[in-house]
């Protein structure tokens, strides 16, 4: 039986027309929508895992992409033509279809390595494709028949292909660099040498030789301290003046508010190099260009606007009673702010802290101009002096890994802060 629906722009009395019936093949089917899952999930996932598969076992791996993509197209038909199976029998299905295509067109060799080449890590890395290929192809066909679908079904179909693209896209560029990183980290000079592009675990030789180098004869404890001194530093210097600054903007008035609270961000349409020459002349004049003293004069410029910024959408988003209830019970206006205020902006706090400790702990140029003595350099600027021909190359990457790793992990454990304080500044009362 037909749907009738009416177009979204027909009023009482407008002609209303006849929606065609799910049934048959046409463009927007479950069928187009596989044709265009299946090779792409298929080539995209075979691309990822023989890059895996290489730098995991050393071995020149040659995915065999096109064959990957035709097995993905088939068993994204057989998933959408096999509606009417159980979903247990249905993945195994689809699973199946997948994994025999693959091999017979590749031969037996989906990853273009012979089978006594690694075979654990190419059984692996098969298990793992046939298995993520499938489960993606569910995720995003399970529910999408064959034939013909409504305009509203089959752009779902779509926008599931699109979001797998880009989850799949966005891992692979966030976690590969950084895997590459780590393992090279972990090499000595003569394996990298020897194959600069196997990035497997040797667990025979000394992983920690680079590391152990770093703290024993390139002082990297002291850069670790004076990148902490002056994060922390900038985390008070910032707050000391961003708080006030936005809790007057957000409950003060005066002439010029406004346009004071919509300006603070102009200094981040001036690019940093533009500064840096300036700030380098004036610095040396007055002998603070090769101090931690300067680095906590310019840091806390570049982070009070943003600061400023996010407070003021904050604390106007607090209820204003609160505070004149304070006043009437005879705090100062500092009162109110140490004592109601501040309390309940602990989430603002903790997600500014942890944006300008981030801003501080990674900066590189204003450190790279400023700073000459190895004894004072901050960590992004130790890392930069690796940076050498006459140097090891993971000596640099251990370096690297040092200067990521305690800031990824502040920021995962205050994510939840960050998020929830980012959001809420960015509502203006």
């Known amino acids: 039986m037909s749907t009738l629906a009416s177009s979204p722009s027909s009023g009482p009395g407008s002609a209303v027309k006849q929606r065609p019936a799910p049934g048959g093949f046409g463009l927007a089917s479950g069928t187009t929508a596989a044709l265009i899952a299946g090779p792409v999930f298929g080539a995209l996932f075979m691309i990822v895992f023989g890059v895996t598969l ?4 050393g071995e020149p791996a040659r995915p065999q992409v096109g064959a990957s993509a035709l097995a993905g197209l088939a068993a994204a038909l057989v998933l959408v033509f096999t509606g009417a199976m159980s979903a247990p029998l249905r993945r195994a299905v689809v699973a199946g279809a997948f994994f025999a295509v693959l091999m017979v067109l590749s031969l037996g060799a989906p990853f ?13 890395g098969l298990a793992v494709l046939v298995g993520l290929t499938m489960q993606t192809l569910w995720l995003c066909l399970a529910d999408t028949p064959a034939g013909r679908l409504r305009r509203y079904d089959f752009e779902v179909a779509l926008i599931r292909i699109l979001k797998g693209v880009g989850y799949i896209v966005f891992t692979v ?9 780590v393992m090279t980290s972990f090499k000595s000079q003569a394996s990298l040498l020897a194959n600069p592009l196997d990035f497997s675990i040797d667990l025979n030789s000394d992983l920690v030789s680079s590391y152990t180098t770093l703290f024993t ?5 002291t850069y670790i301290l004076n990148s902490a001194i002056v994060s922390v530093g900038t985390v008070f210097l910032t707050l000391f003046f961003a708080v006030p600054g936005a809790y007057t903007i957000a409950r003060l008035r005066f002439r010029g508010r406004d346009a004071f609270a919509n300006s603070v961000l ?4 001036v690019p ?11 610095f040396s004049q007055l002998g603070l260009r090769n101090s931690i003293v300067g680095l906590l004069i310019v840091y806390p410029a570049t982070t009070i606007p943003v600061a400023l910024y996010m407070l003021q959408g904050y604390f106007r988003g607090l209820p204003a009673e609160m505070e004149e209830a304070g006043l009437m019970d005879g705090l100062s206006r500092l009162g109110v702010i140490a004592k109601i205020t501040l309390p309940l902006s602990l989430p603002a ?5 942890l944006y300008v400790f981030m801003i501080a702990w990674n900066e590189f140029l204003f450190a790279f101009m400023f700073l000459d003595d190895p004894s004072i350099f901050t960590l992004p600027r130790g890392v930069a002096s690796l940076n050498s021909s006459e140097l090891p190359r993971e000596l640099m990457m251990a370096g690297a890994v040092i200067a990521t790793v305690p800031i990824m992990v502040i920021f995962l454990w ?5 998020v929830r304080g980012l959001a809420a500044g960015a509502v203006k009362g």
Not at 54 to 57: C, G, K, R
Not at 414 to 418: H, I, N, Q, S, Y
């Open 217 to 221: 004869e390139f002082n990297f404890g």
């Open 272 to 282: 940093a190099i533009v500064l840096v020459l300036p700030l380098y002349a004036v």
């Open 349 to 353: 706090l903790a997600s500014v802290s």
């Open 266 to 269: 102009l200094i981040y349409m």
């Open 414 to 418: 205050l994510e939840r802060f960050m």
């Open 112 to 124: 273009g390595l012979a089978l006594t080449a690694s075979p654990l890590w190419q059984l692996a």
């Open 54 to 57: 290489a730098l995991f076992s």
């Open 173 to 181: 560029f966030v976690v590969l660099p950084f895997y590459v990183m």
